[in-house]
């Protein structure tokens, strides 16, 4: 009961100030503009002029892991600049914000060495708490500035149908406007994709949501209306992520006027000094695990190759009370992991607070998928150790997958797929440093 009390109450403080973070959001709503140049691009939009190749990183969540702007972006860049090679570094992870961007930006970004960084998160990270985008998104920049400070940043705000209410009032929504003031203390441009996108919904020219065959869409056409999306929040190859590649190239015709010289980006005092520029991806290999735990082999089993891209290795355990032990020096810890249908519960306990319970099943399990798994978030910069163990209760599987009317047909489950405990995890994400284990 302890344990439960305590999560309650975590659960109930953390509700408390994303409420606060929430109420304040009227008080920071940037005003809208599409492309604000600030210290613009010198340095790839030099390397573009002199025929050099470029390297562009794409970090953010599904819109930009689509058949979308992303591709056609790549595509207009090498169309502008023929002389020129552009090459994507595509590190897109749908379902996921800056609170995990920052985490690997080193190993799915900054390690292939890019020229130009799109940072797109505005979507995912919608419901964040100001503080943490400004953690995150500020030790993306830092970090990336760190590695190489002539790498140009981009920031892109993208849209769902729930934020056209900001825009029509000339208003940015609550975390493109975070990340504005960020833009701002580092001069990095941004380009927000929603503002044209909204003023066309405003004057009867699209219907933001709806499914319909290519016919309807043309119809629709032909009537002066775009269809954006199906779904309220990824657009259509055809027609949303066209307006988005629109808004891109009125953005560049203003970024390559902005007459910055090239050179290092000046790195500024932090705007926040916790911010997360310590994050770092640690193999679970330097963690201390139990022997019940082992390594799958990428080149034998299906999810440790399907995630390889991802995860720097896939280690599996299935018996309850398997466990690992975690210590380290630092503010935040989360283990980078996998949900699934096959997954069970985890009791996590930090230093000497009670344990509580993360499952590693949802409403979403019929199949595998990324996930993180909070262990230590935004505790007292310090030592402190974590032990993470496999419980031998599963959770009621059939009762969380009915909550989700997709799911309503499913009568019983297959216990070959789902009758099981198994946790997979690939490295542990630590703002701070891993410590040997004594």
């Known amino acids: 009961m302890k344990a439960v009390s305590a999560l309650l109450c975590w659960l109930g403080a953390l509700s408390l100030l994303t409420s606060l973070a929430r109420a304040q959001q009227s008080e920071v709503l940037h005003p809208a503009t599409e492309c604000t140049v600030r210290n613009g691009l010198p340095n790839v939009i030099q390397k573009w002029w002199t025929g050099q190749e470029v390297r562009i990183g794409y970090l953010g969540g599904s819109i930009t892991a689509q058949n979308g702007w992303r591709p056609k972006t790549l595509a207009w860049f090498n169309q502008q600049h023929p002389n020129s090679k552009s090459v994507e570094i595509n590190a897109a992870i749908g379902g996921t914000g800056s609170d995990l961007g920052v985490f690997r930006l080193k190993q799915d970004v900054l390690d292939h060495n890019p020229d130009l960084l799109f940072v797109e998160f505005a979507v995912n990270d919608g419901g964040a708490p100001t503080d943490r985008i400004l953690k995150a998104m500020e030790g993306i920049v830092r970090q990336t500035w760190k590695s190489n400070p002539k790498t140009d940043i981009c920031f892109v705000y993208t849209l769902t149908e729930g934020m056209l209410g900001d825009l029509d009032a000339g208003k940015f929504p609550h975390a493109a406007s975070v990340m504005e003031q960020l833009a701002d203390h580092y001069g990095i441009p ?18 933001f949501s709806g499914k319909a065959t290519k016919e309807q869409a043309d119809q629709m056409a032909q009537q002066g209306q775009v269809l954006f999306s199906p779904d309220g929040v990824h657009p259509y190859e055809a027609t949303g992520h066209e307006l988005y590649l629109q808004a891109v190239k009125r953005g560049f015709a203003q970024i390559e006027q902005a007459g910055v010289a090239p050179g290092p980006h000046l790195v500024p005092l932090p705007l926040r000094a916790d911010n997360w ?14 022997d019940s735990w082992s390594e799958l082999d990428p080149l034998k089993n299906e999810k440790s190759k399907q995630y390889r891209r991802y995860l720097p290795g896939l280690w599996k355990a299935n018996r309850p009370g398997a466990n690992m032990t975690i210590r380290f020096k630092g503010s935040s810890l989360l283990v980078y992991d996998l949900l699934g249908p096959d997954c069970g519960q985890i009791t996590v306990k930090v230093d000497q607070f009670p344990p509580y319970v993360v499952p590693r099943f949802d409403a979403y399990c019929t199949y595998h998928r990324l996930g993180v798994l909070p262990v230590a978030d935004s505790v007292p910069y310090g030592i402190h150790t974590a032990v993470l163990r496999i419980l031998p209760q599963q959770p ?12 309503a047909d499913i009568a019983t489950l297959d216990p070959k797929v789902y009758d099981d405990t198994a946790w997979y995890a690939g490295a542990v994400l630590v703002v701070g440093e891993i410590l040997p284990n004594r």
């Open 277 to 290: 520029e310590q994050a770092k991806l640690v193999p679970l290999g330097q963690v201390r695990l139990s």
């Open 396 to 407: 009621d599987k059939l009762k969380i997958l009915h909550q989700r009317r997709e799911n």
């Open 190 to 207: 941004s380009i927000h994709f929603g503002v044209e996108v909204a003023r066309l919904h405003r004057e009867g020219k699209l219907v």
